[in-house]
């Protein structure tokens, strides 16, 4: 089955403890990119890859990083979480940038 | 910044009545995209509309596009209970994608 797998799907983690919120696609997609959703904000774009070793900043970066070492992955780390960190977080994939994006199912993060 | 801004925010309407929800954006686009997300769920692609498109359908779904007005919109047909949703429209414009808020639609049995 096509899809775009996040784990976890939920986390509650405390201020400056580093992690990672993995996401694998199984579709051989080029484009692979990371949101956050806020109320009242809709989706943010973080970070996105256009394929493999080639990655760009999104609309609020500040305090992610991310790595597009194999095709299929493209872990979200953040090194030292806070608070205003805390959100749903989603992954998408697709072909190309002129394509439709499938979504995973979500990370729900929150930080202490 | 949010590029693509979706109007209304809220809408609800009975089973069977038609929804029609905008989306207004700022810049150029390459092509615009709908998407519906059940409650915290991830996001379902619905239309893809192109820069050079001005209509698109599927199923009960419309897209029109008006790029000299920078704004497009979404007509769902005979609703149901299943529609109540968020709907989204997302700008795709050079490397990136920009989502806009939502509108959150409600259908009634």
């Known amino acids: 089955e096509a899809q775009v797998t996040q784990n976890p799907r939920y986390l509650i983690t405390v201020t400056g403890k580093k992690l990672t919120v993995t996401c694998s696609q199984n579709m051989n997609h080029e484009y692979m990119s990371w949101y956050r959703q806020d109320p009242g904000l809709g989706l943010r774009q973080i970070y996105y890859?256009?394929?493999?070793?080639?990655?760009d900043k999104g609309d609020v970066p500040e305090g992610y990083k991310v790595s597009r070492k194999e095709k299929r992955n493209f872990p979200l780390i953040l090194e030292s979480p806070s608070p205003n960190q805390t959100s749903l977080y989603f992954c998408?994939?697709?072909?190309?940038?002129?394509?439709?994006?499938?979504f995973g199912p979500g990370t729900r993060l929150t930080v202490t | 910044s949010q590029q693509g801004e979706e109007d209304p925010q809220a809408l609800s309407i009975q089973e069977g009545e038609n929804a029609t929800m905008n989306c207004s954006y700022k810049?150029?686009?390459?092509?615009l995209q709908w998407y519906r997300q059940n409650s915290g769920r991830g996001l379902v692609h619905l239309i893809l509309i192109r820069s050079n498109e001005r209509e698109k359908h599927s199923g009960r779904l419309r897209v029109t596009l008006d790029t000299s007005k920078k704004s497009s919109s979404l007509l769902i047909t005979a609703s149901r209970a299943a529609d109540t949703a968020s709907y989204f429209c997302a700008r795709h414009r050079g490397n990136d994608m920009r989502f806009g808020a939502g509108t959150r639609l409600t259908v009634k049995p």
């Open positions: 890859s256009m394929n493999v070793e080639v990655t």
């Open positions: 810049t150029s686009i390459n092509n």
């Open positions: 998408a994939s697709s072909l190309s940038i002129r394509y439709e994006q499938y």
